[in-house]
């Protein structure tokens, strides 16, 4: 009996027995699990960060998805393409319209223009096709591709819109063949330039008028002019505010005419290209000029303003390709363009970065005309045997390079290359300025003067708490520097903001004044307490008994500051130093952010250097004092040497916290990015940026991206600083253990 | 001299120095924020500056908030050049007619300063503080009040007016507020049937049907309000401003009055205690410059939470992984680091992760997948609760594994030992010894997270806070707790009324108010830790012994 009982026994311990190691198994791989996926998740920002960043810095792609000939009376002029680049447009000399399927070449409708000479040139502006016949007169079209829906499916319909009405402009009045033609809007009416088969120059200023009523636009011939040369022209483009010509002459010249409502101004600047010009263009926006060479360069030029007013200047060179430019098209909504040159090869640049973004060369043939798609998806091109090309281009980040991001860009409307961070605009032609420098210069001046203030406190302050502060003054010291370290930075930054920077400006003296009387009344008052009869009972107590003589102190510097400004600086420093030194002075500077964000950081380094400093085994204090060294001497040749390495990283600490603070920044400065060291300015860091900037960017858009990546530097730096910080306290850990 | 140099004495003295520096900067700043806070609820005295010269006389009604000594000449717009003026900042209120609260007044030509005894304030729903006069009170254009009774017949009259007004609060936010919810819910209920094809006549028609009911429910109910709102227009009173004009004040604009010159000691502290707690329950108004700050409690509050019960389970799984369960070498080490080392990565770029992972990849993924009838617009898509929390908890979890690891490997070996010795399991032993005696530990980090998360902003700001949230993440309609809405938080308050708001200075005082509050739950929550901490060190000691 007792023998079932016990096997029944064993049975069911056994039994229990098993489950519980299967309890116990499974709580193994439960927790290696769930601690594995906790740690990697948190590996995953690193990872994150870098997957978004990525795609910026990776080229173009372009590649031919359909290629067909087709057949037309006539020269293709000009080429137009949709949006969606289903569709596009071409324009023959015979004045042949044709509406098509880009990836087909099917027919879709076709017009013909009702012109009473042949046609000699074609230029355009985005849809506007501004169409010169061999009498001198000017026809403008419009070519509109109307969205419209059916059956789930977009349907587009064609058109052609006269702007101008069918009637037709005279633009040379002694009916000469037109040879180059360009017009530009502004805002009050419109510029058409051309050349003419005897070598003229013709331009036209036309005023446009809208009808409050009708909404109808009148338009009237406000002057005409006329400018005979000698030389051979290549090329012409017209400023988009109407004030300039420019001119490619045969033998590398570029010229610049003046120009004014009333036409040519009889005053011109040459400017020598060492190669042949063969093709101009203007970037979006208009204030760039590209000017494309016979040996495949194509140049950036500007119009800066120099000591003796405006000049085109030279900014930047693209050259990929070694054969002869013949067309550049710039991107509608970008600063990109695309090159074709007379071996069939087409480029994609992006100017402000200065990439080369892709190239290729499925043609071989000369490149006659290019068609951007609005957002620069689709790219359609003919080469001079007819045929059509249409290209599928990705390329999402044209924007940023390794320059664009770290070193002086020169952007259009500056008279000089610089740092500028500027992400956003209103206007579409904006060029977006990602210069990561001015923030990154604000970040570390945010911390360098924060760094002044909170090092010295933080270390003088740790080497009395851990060494000659009494042990129950110590007790409540060090929770009080944890709670100052646990205050929130948006309050911190608050109180920066809106209490001590007018504080800081009204008693600026006074707080420089505190510099000076704050060491010295220390020492008086370390002086005087010499003289009190039985001294020695405050040994330890020494900060509490300065706690009031730095109030008092503070309220000294503060009375004195006016009494200084009436003394030094006739009543107001600001106004004295703005006038006498040419200082200028921010309310919210980096002076009033040093000392908020040092306050914030002070706990950081004091925690960790005051551990070190009392970790400093107390039989070296003691050999050190024994053999007669002051407990000053043991201070600074026994204690500190041993711990200095720790307080370094204290330090590294310290400084990876204010780079990485953001309320503080945000603010207390102006959130400026300018590049100014000086105290009284603001400043914008990268976390201050980030904050202000990340909910309006567009998502996956480069703005957005450059966002991350200053994200991911912060991540980086402060992660590389504190692994190195903790190797050296690790590394010093190790040294005392063997002591 | 020299000696006393080279002894040492006043370095270290110096080194004092810097210390109290640092406590002078604390408990001044501490102090600074308490005393700003918590002064503005006290009922001060108003003062009416009756001034005098030759071409005119001016009175001017107000609180003094400052006063100060400034040299003349630095002043513009008086006669006297020499020597010092006094002059005081005071708020005037009366918003509405002169243009801004605050004006400064200066000690010249000032003919007299009195506090008289019947001067009243109006706190008012919109255009801030009213200072004046009461002169009567009236019913539909009916005076209703003498001379005598007047203070006693608008004070009944708006105490009836103030329930009103609660009541159509109730009516518009509870009853109308959960009709407009569940009509939209029919609206998705319907639009996902249509994307799913499974949109029968017989649902459409209980939909209909009920989408009628709730609109028949949704009439009484506005009726209820109208009815409530033409109550509470009923009355007025007129009012004297300082110059002497009259203005009416209809009753549905008014929050409370009092008159602070005709409060003894005990009744201005009741006051006091009042104002403080209509400045913790209440809702704010006027761009967040006035009223309450309850909404941007309870959002911290329901952020910390879902961050600690979030937090609190990954941070000590990992804990116990890294010290129980992991071989201890190399990588571990390198984990080890890396994960403290999180702790000190700037919590902006934790926000914008959080906005990148969370809200645009998870969010928008959850959003095809589960909520494509409420497509275009986002439900958790978009910057919440949810976000917010889990954004938080990542940032803490350093700070929760750091902690549970000390309190592991704190615990002494011989326990362990023990337990396994007398046949535990690893996990029995985890679970009945180590654990328990760590809880102590755990706690501290979870308070430390806490603290942590309560105070932190910046982060917030990208996924999740804004400045005025429509309604609680946590109400009465299914599904109760709203992890996709958006929250109001208090750090994210400071910063917007501090620094965002059309009126700065008259807000200025409640962001130091909030300041305050926010100070003391973090510093509450810090000693807490502290506490804990120590009294853990003091137990473990003993064990060691």
């Known amino acids: 009996m007792t023998c079932i009982v016990r096997t029944m026994n064993n049975r069911m311990l056994q039994h229990k027995y098993n489950q519980r190691a299967l309890k116990d198994r499974l709580a193994r791989y439960f927790v290696a699990i769930g601690g594995i996926s906790v740690i990697v998740a948190i590996l995953l920002i690193f990872f994150y960060l870098l997957q978004v960043v990525i795609p910026m810095f990776e080229s173009a792609d372009i590649a031919e998805s359909h290629a067909y000939s087709v057949t037309d009376e006539g020269k293709i002029l000009h080429i137009g393409i949709e949006e969606q680049g289903t569709m596009a447009v071409r324009f023959t000399d015979r004045g042949q319209v044709v509406f098509f399927e880009t990836d087909s070449g099917q027919i879709v409708k076709r017009y013909k223009l009702d012109l009473p000479s042949n046609i000699t040139t074609i230029s355009s502006n985005l849809d506007l096709v501004i169409i010169g016949l061999a009498n001198g007169q000017v026809m403008l079209v419009k070519y509109v591709f109307e969205p419209g829906y059916g059956e789930d499916k977009r349907i587009l319909t064609p058109l052609l819109e006269y702007p101008l009405g069918k009637a037709l402009i005279v633009l040379d009045e002694s009916a000469q063949a037109l040879v180059h033609l360009d017009l530009r809007f502004n805002q009050d009416g419109f510029g058409l330039v051309g050349t003419t088969s005897d070598k003229r120059l013709v331009f036209n200023h036309y005023l446009q008028e ?17 400018h005979k040369i000698d030389e051979d022209i290549n090329s012409l483009v017209l400023s988009s505010d109407l004030n300039h010509l420019y001119v490619a002459l045969e033998g590398g010249i570029l010229r610049d005419y003046i120009l004014s409502e009333a036409g040519f101004e009889d005053n011109y600047s040459d400017y020598k290209i060492n190669e042949n010009i063969s093709n101009i263009q203007v970037l979006l926006g208009g204030s760039s000029l590209l000017i494309g060479l016979e040996n495949g360069e194509v140049q950036q030029w500007m119009s800066v303003r120099k000591q003796h007013g405006r000049e085109l200047t030279f900014i930047r060179k693209f050259h990929e390709t070694k054969e002869s430019i013949s067309e550049i098209k710039s991107e509608q909504q970008r600063k990109g363009f695309a090159v074709g040159d007379t071996n069939g090869a087409i480029t994609l640049y992006y100017s402000t970065s200065q990439r080369t973004l892709a190239t290729i060369n499925t043609a071989n043939k000369k490149i006659t005309n290019l068609a951007w798609s609005a957002r620069a998806q689709h790219l359609l091109a003919t080469d001079d045997g007819g045929k059509f090309y249409l290209y599928e281009v990705d390329n999402e980040y044209p924007e940023v390079s390794w320059d664009v991001l770290w070193g002086k860009i020169w952007y259009e409307g500056y008279d000089e290359a610089d740092y500028i961070w500027q992400s956003s605009a209103s206007t579409n032609e904006f060029e977006p300025k990602f210069s990561l420098m001015p923030l990154t210069f604000g970040t570390i001046k945010a911390a360098f003067y924060a760094m002044i203030f909170a090092v010295p406190i933080a270390i003088l302050g740790a080497m009395y708490t851990a060494q000659f502060m009494a042990p129950r003054m110590r007790q409540t010291v060090k929770p009080s520097i944890e709670i100052m370290e646990a205050l929130p930075t948006v309050i911190l930054g608050f109180l920066a903001g809106l209490w001590l920077a007018p504080y800081v400006e009204t ?71 703005s006038d006498q030194w040419g200082i200028n002075y921010d309310q919210r500077n980096a002076l009033v952010v040093g000392l908020i964000m040092g306050f914030a950081i002070i706990p950081t380094i004091f925690s960790i250097a005051e551990d070190a400093i009392f970790s400093v085994p107390q039989h070296l204090i003691r050999g050190s004092l024994a053999l007669g060294a002051s407990r000053w001497q043991t201070m600074l040749y026994v204690v500190m040497p041993a711990a200095s390495p720790a307080i370094f990283s204290a330090v590294m600490m310290g400084f990876g916290r204010a780079v990485g603070e953001t309320m503080i920044v945000l603010m207390a400065t102006g959130n400026t990015p300018l590049m100014d060291m000086s105290i009284f300015q603001g400043m914008r860091t990268l976390a201050a940026n980030i904050a202000v900037e990340v909910p309006e960017a567009e998502v996956a858009s480069t703005h957005y991206r450059v966002l991350f990546l200053a994200a991911f530097i912060l991540f980086m730096f402060t992660f590389i600083f504190n692994t190195a910080a903790e190797m050296i306290r690790h590394r010093l850990r190790k040294k005392y253990s063997g002591l | 001299m020299k000696n006393w140099f080279a002894s040492g004495t006043p370095w270290i003295w110096l080194n004092a120095g810097a210390i109290s520096i640092a406590l002078v900067a604390v408990f001044g700043l501490l102090f600074l924020i308490l005393v700003r806070g918590m002064s503005h609820f006290w009922p001060a005295n108003v003062q009416a500056f009756h001034y005098q010269n030759a071409d005119n006389s001016l009175t001017v009604i107000a609180e003094i908030i400052e006063s100060e000594t400034v040299p003349a000449e630095s002043v513009q717009g008086i006669d006297i050049k020499q020597g010092n003026v006094e002059r005081y900042l005071v708020k005037t209120g009366n918003r509405d007619l002169l243009g801004s609260d605050f004006r400064w007044l200066y000690n010249i030509d000032l003919k007299k300063r009195e506090t008289p005894i019947d001067v009243m304030v109006i706190e008012r729903i919109e255009w801030g503080n009213f200072y004046g006069y009461l002169n009567s009170v009236y019913e539909n254009d009916i005076k209703v009040s003498d001379e005598d009774n007047k203070w006693a017949e608008f004070n009944s009259r708006l105490d009836r007016a103030v329930q009103i007004r609660e009541r159509i609060l109730e009516l518009e936010q509870g009853e109308i507020g959960a009709i407009n919810y569940q009509l939209e819910r029919l609206r998705l209920k319907e639009k996902r049937l249509i994307i799913d094809n499974e949109l029968s006549d017989k649902e459409l028609s209980v939909i209909n049907k009920k989408r009628e ?17 033409e109550d509470i227009n009923r009355d007025s009173i007129r ?21 602070p010159n005709k409060f003894n000691l005990l009744e201005k502290t009741l006051f006091y205690i009042q104002s403080l707690w209509a400045f913790i329950s209440e809702d704010p108004r006027e761009a967040n410059t006035e009223g309450g700050i309850f909404p941007a409690i309870f959002g911290t509050v329901m952020m910390v939470i879902l961050m600690a019960i979030l937090v609190t389970p990954l941070g000590v799984i990992a804990a116990i992984y890294l010290r129980e369960y992991a071989k201890q070498g190399l990588i571990i080490r390198v984990i080890r680091i890396a994960v403290n080392n999180l702790a000190g990565v700037p919590s902006i770029v934790y926000g914008v992760f959080g906005l990148g992972f969370f809200v645009y990849f998870l969010g928008g993924n959850i959003d095809d997948l589960f ?31 750091v902690a549970t690891e000390e309190g592991l490997s704190r615990i002494p070996i011989s326990l362990r030992e023990g337990s396994l010795g007398l046949g535990a399991t690893k996990v029995e032993t985890l679970w009945r010894v180590v654990l328990p005696m760590a809880s102590p530990a755990i706690m501290t980090g979870l308070i430390l997270a806490v603290a942590r998360a309560a105070g932190e902003v910046a982060p ?55 300041s305050f509050l926010l100070v003391v739950v973090i510093v509450g929550l810090n000693i807490t830790a502290i506490n804990l901490r120590n009294k853990l060190r003091e137990k473990y000691r003993a064990l060691d012994n």
Not at chain 1, 210 to 226: K, L, Y
Not at chain 1, 533 to 557: K, Q, R
Not at chain 2, 375 to 401: D, E, H, K, N, R
Not at chain 2, 481 to 486: V, Y
Request: proline share 7%; aromatic share 12%; charged share 15%.
């Open chain 1, 210 to 226: 809208e009808s409050f009523i009708t909404e109808e636009i009148t338009t009237v011939i406000n002057s005409r002019s006329v």
């Open chain 1, 507 to 577: 008693h600026l003296s006074g707080v420089f004044a505190l510099l000076l009387v704050l060491p010295f009344g220390f020492i008086l008052c370390a002086w005087l307490v010499g003289y009190l009869p039985n001294n020695t009972a405050i040994e330890g107590w020494e900060a509490l008994i300065l706690m009031p003589v730095v109030i008092l102190l503070i309220w000294i510097s503060t009375a004195i500051s006016a009494p200084i400004e009436d003394l030094f600086f006739n009543g107001d420093m600001r106004t004295y130093m």
């Open chain 2, 213 to 229: 009911s709730l609109k028949s429910q949704y009439e009484t109910f506005l009726q209820q309000t109208q009815k409530l709102y």
């Open chain 2, 239 to 259: 009012a004297t401003v300082m110059d002497g004009t009259e203005v009416i004040i209809p009753l549905e604009k008014i929050v409370k009055t009092w008159q």
């Open chain 2, 371 to 401: 909520f494509p009838e409420s497509q275009p617009s986002p439900t958790f898509g978009t910057p919440g609760l949810l976000w917010s929390s889990l954004t938080l908890a990542l940032l803490t979890l350093p700070v929760v594994i």
């Open chain 2, 460 to 514: 917030l700001m990208l996924v999740g806070v804004v400045k005025l949230a429509p309604s609680l993440p946590l109400d009465g309609n299914f599904p109760f707790l709203h992890l996709d809405r958006k929250f109001m938080h208090l750090g994210f308050h400071i910063y917007d009324v501090g620094f965002q708001s059309p009126n700065v200075e008259a807000a200025r005082p409640l962001v130091y108010a909030t």
